[in-house]
């Protein structure tokens, strides 16, 4: 049971440079999302996806694309890269978009020079 | 817009001792409650909720939080700290209204424990 499976595990890109940010959940479940986590900050919502077809911004949306590609797939984009986005990036799934708890993936460890 | 609060960005407890992590939130209802323990270089997993009901929930691996509202708290406690209870914390809160169905984080607090 893989539930929530993130790739890639890290990465390094240069200042500028374009990079998607894949997720797959195995849980048939209707709500994804994207979460940055900072030290001292918690994490952060980037985007959301209520249900297949629909995206909604979240706190920090700014320089981030997403698209919810099917029921199981929600995937990130940043199209030029810049050194505040150096994060970890957690993605996350719940039932649908309610008060059950989120499942998240192991995270995609960023980092932008 | 709500908010939660984490007081203590690290907390140092011996083996054996109570574990309590602190947890306030700020909202303009009252929220549903979600501890997340993070152990390094993992994602956040599920330690408890409170949604309704019983105000005293018990959760995973021996821990417990009591949702209290006129205190806007909902602290996380265990009797007798572990070593493997060594993690990152965090608490978060779902609100209704216009955060209906995003979740606030807190800032996340450190749990050391010495044996």
């Known amino acids: 049971n893989a539930g929530v499976t993130q790739t890639p595990k890290f990465q390094v890109l240069k200042t500028g440079q374009s990079m998607t940010l894949q997720c797959a959940q195995d849980?048939?479940?209707?709500?994804m999302y994207w979460y940055r986590q900072d030290p001292g900050m918690g994490l952060r919502l980037i985007y959301y996806?209520?249900?297949?077809?629909?995206?909604d911004k979240g706190e920090v949306p700014n320089g981030y694309n997403v698209s919810r590609l099917n029921k199981r797939e929600f995937s990130l984009r940043l199209e030029s890269a810049a050194p505040s986005q150096t994060s970890v990036y957690f993605c996350?799934?719940?039932?649908?978009?309610?008060?059950?708890?989120?499942?998240f993936g192991d995270g995609t460890r960023l980092s932008i020079l | 817009a709500q908010s939660v609060t984490q007081l203590g960005s690290h907390v140092s407890v011996s083996e054996g001792a109570l574990v309590l992590l602190r947890c306030n939130y700020s909202?303009?209802?009252?929220?549903?409650l979600f501890w997340y323990v993070q152990y390094p270089n993992q994602g956040l997993q599920l330690l408890l909720k409170?949604?309704?009901?019983?105000?005293l929930v018990k959760g995973i691996n021996g821990f417990e939080a009591e949702f209290k509202k006129s205190e806007t708290s909902f602290h996380l406690t265990k009797p007798s700290a572990h070593m493997s209870d060594a993690a990152e914390y965090f608490c978060?809160?779902?609100?209704?209204?216009?955060?209906?169905?995003?979740?606030?984080f807190g800032q996340g607090t450190i749990l050391t424990v010495h044996p």
């Open positions: 996350a799934s719940s039932v649908d978009r309610g008060y059950q708890p989120q499942h």
């Open positions: 849980m048939n479940h209707n709500s």
């Open positions: 996806s209520a249900s297949e077809g629909t995206t």
């Open positions: 909202s303009s209802v009252p929220p549903y």
């Open positions: 409170y949604t309704t009901g019983a105000t």
């Open positions: 978060a809160a779902n609100a209704g209204g216009t955060s209906y169905g995003k979740l606030t």
